[in-house]
């Protein structure tokens, strides 16, 4: 057993068979993005007991593995699931540190009020992190911009088919090795807009990261891929047009004037850590940050007139991605060729630089997993 300084116990059972290094170091010469993944899992268990009281017991590493679930278990039913994602990174001299774990933290609770989930508190959440990469430590690659991507998520396992919330669930991490997102150079990509499909709705699950908001831009996905993009931007077709975020990524405007413009939180829209660090980078470096409504119309205006200079998205997995253009059912949105001195570029070497422990964190964004 290893005891935290908040008395959670994690009961290590470590894998009997866990892959060889011949076998892990195949996987890091070329780590893909989700494909691969390490040796262990970190597990906690809630359940509420007679008396109606939830709590959190059996926190514990054990070998990676398939779920023995009853097949009525609620979330295979009705999709009571949510889900984290961060990156730990190898620094120089061997240590593994993560970024802002605390507001993935945070951010994972926000996510559980939604979805009728437990809570789990924030210094357990990081603990779980710690401990998991402490017994996989092994598997954190060391490669320029590479990374161990951490799953976090928590699924309701209560079987039984009422609904209502369920009173057994299961809270987990994973772990993947984690390479370029996109794979190959970083070029800009290209987007497709949704305009048959909105991915969340005032008072829905937009802000929460769950599943079910991921299950239900899929259909968007393929006629993204059906029109040659990669990613999809969704717009909230009750507001004027605004434009909101991609499926998995926030995004960001930069006009020629030095603005930097993001859509506003407004209930939908994923409150992405990396948006943040980006708001707080591009302050310091003297932009004028705005967070407001931002519609299609003001976009289509901005590229015929030639005040806009760039336009990116941002999230854990791919850090910065500039957008070169939005197709659209009725043409498209050319963003200009991106210059030498790019705000996408800059904050985006800026930021990995912070995480790889190459440029002073001046935040005091990094936490030590291990
Ligand atoms: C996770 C996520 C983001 C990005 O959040 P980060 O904390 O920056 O990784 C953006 N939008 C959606 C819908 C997400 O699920």
Avoid at 129 to 154: C, H, I, K, N, T
Avoid at 295 to 320: H, M, P, S, Y
């Amino acid at each position: 057993m290893t005891q935290n300084a908040l008395g959670v116990e994690f009961e290590r059972r470590l894998s009997e068979t866990p892959k060889s290094a011949e076998e892990r170091a195949a996987v890091l010469a070329n780590p893909g993005f989700g494909d691969h993944f390490t040796d262990h899992t970190a597990v906690i268990d809630w359940k509420v007991d007679a008396e109606g009281n939830g709590g959190w017991q059996n926190a514990r590493i054990e070998p990676y593995g398939p779920i023995a679930m009853d097949p009525a278990a609620a979330v295979l039913h009705y999709g009571q699931e949510i889900f984290e994602g961060l990156k730990a990174y190898r620094h120089a001299d061997g240590t593994v540190w993560t970024f802002r774990p605390e507001a993935n933290a945070r951010r994972f609770n926000k996510s559980a009020r939604r979805l009728a989930l437990p809570e789990l508190p924030a210094e357990v959440f990081i603990e779980s992190l710690r401990q998991l990469v402490s017994a996989d430590r092994e598997w954190v690659p060391s490669g320029d911009g590479e990374s161990l991507y951490l799953r976090p998520f928590m699924i309701a396992t209560e079987a039984f088919l009422g609904v209502r919330p369920a009173r057994e669930v299961s809270y987990r991490v994973i772990a993947s090795p984690a390479g370029n997102y996109f794979g190959g150079e970083l070029k800009p990509v290209s987007i497709w807009l949704s305009e048959n499909y909105a991915r969340a709705g005032h008072g829905g699950t937009g802000e929460a990261k769950c599943g079910g908001n991921y299950a239900a831009s899929l259909a968007a996905q393929l006629e993204a891929e059906a029109n040659g993009c990669k990613q999809v931007l969704f717009l909230d077709p009750t507001d004027d047009f605004a434009v909101e975020e991609l499926g998995g990524m926030n995004i960001f405007f930069v006009f020629k004037d030095g603005t930097l413009v993001t859509p506003a939180l407004n209930g939908n829209i994923l409150h992405g850590v990396t948006r943040d660090s980006v708001l707080q980078l591009a302050a310091d470096r003297g932009l004028t940050v705005e967070e407001r409504k931002i519609t299609i119309d003001e976009w289509r205006q901005a590229v015929a007139d030639g005040t806009l200079a760039e336009v990116f998205a941002c999230g854990t997995a791919a850090v910065i991605t500039p957008i070169g253009e939005l197709k659209t059912a009725q043409g498209s949105l050319v963003t200009p060729e991106l210059g030498p001195d790019s705000v996408a570029m800059g904050i985006r070497e800026q930021l990995l630089g912070i995480q790889t422990g190459a440029v002073e964190d001046l935040h005091g964004w990094l936490t030590q997993l291990a």
